[in-house]
């Protein structure tokens, strides 16, 4: 499977995924959607499929087809929707051109938004409020993008084929974010909050320690001898999971 089905898999699943934490954490990004009902959906011929709808102040972002919306967007590969994300390609509208003004304005002021959060190289000071939004976004990023590398990625496909079944927590400390990871017969997914009985268990000390070690701004295993991230529970799992997610970077910039 080539890399633009991976890298398509992972805007549409991972990257548009935060703009429900965006919404709902970030006031100049609520405050665009705050009284808007619509749903977009996104169709990538023989890809990969998603729809996000905004309704009552919150955003929420799902895989394949809504079950109704206002606006349609196709693109005509994998490759396309890769192009419009990196700003250099247009969707192909199939419905709502009514609603085309809020696309050009408040939709794409939300993913600039989105986009500042997640470029910390261009913020030489940040605050409290941006550590905490990149580091959730980074975090959600990790999570959701790993079930597309494990599906199509070669290495990480067999990785996922030898992994025991389990659930793997992944939290900042002391009071979150939180994502886990599931995996039952090579097959991983991935879901925000905390699992019920996780079978191992990946914690940060606390925001900056979290966003430096996700960032790679910190040695793993300094990090971990140091205390700053606590790793328990099953150790095949914690082994190949780290596997795949040292995969993310080759997809993610």
């Known amino acids: 499977m080539s890399a633009q089905r991976i890298k398509a898999g992972i805007?549409?699943?991972?990257?548009?995924?935060?703009?429900?934490?965006?919404v709902a954490y970030d006031n100049e990004a609520r405050t665009l959607v705050q009284d808007r009902k619509i749903c977009i959906q996104f169709t990538v011929k023989n890809g990969p499929k998603a729809w996000v709808r905004f309704e009552n102040g919150r955003c929420t972002v799902e895989r394949g087809k809504a079950r109704k919306s206002q606006v349609h967007l196709w693109f005509s590969s994998c490759e396309h929707l890769n192009k419009m994300f990196d700003g250099k390609a247009n969707p192909v509208p199939l419905k709502g051109f009514t609603q085309l003004g809020f696309l050009k304005n408040e939709f794409t002021?939300?993913?600039?938004?989105?986009?500042y959060f997640l470029r910390p190289e261009n913020v030489p000071l940040p605050d409290n409020h941006y550590i905490r939004m990149n580091t959730m976004f980074t975090l959600t990023i990790a999570a959701f993008a790993l079930p597309e590398i494990a599906l199509y990625d070669e290495r990480a496909k067999y990785t996922a084929s030898h992994l025991p079944d389990g659930t793997l927590q992944m939290s900042v400390l002391?009071?979150?974010?939180?994502?886990?990871?599931?995996?039952?017969?090579?097959k991983i997914t991935a879901g925000k909050g905390k699992a019920d009985h996780p079978d191992a268990m990946m914690l940060m000390k606390n925001p900056q320690v979290a966003n430096d070690f996700l960032n790679g701004k910190s040695d793993p295993f300094t990090a971990i001898a140091l205390g700053d991230v606590m790793i328990?529970?099953?150790i095949p799992i914690l082994d190949g999971i780290n596997l795949i997610l040292d995969r993310v970077i080759h997809y993610v910039s």
Not at 11 to 22: H, M, Q, T, V, W
């Open 11 to 22: 805007n549409l699943y991972a990257i548009l995924k935060n703009l429900e934490d965006l």
């Open 232 to 234: 328990k529970g099953q």
């Open 174 to 186: 002391p009071d979150g974010p939180h994502v886990y990871l599931t995996i039952k017969g090579g």
């Open 109 to 115: 002021k939300l993913t600039e938004r989105l986009e």
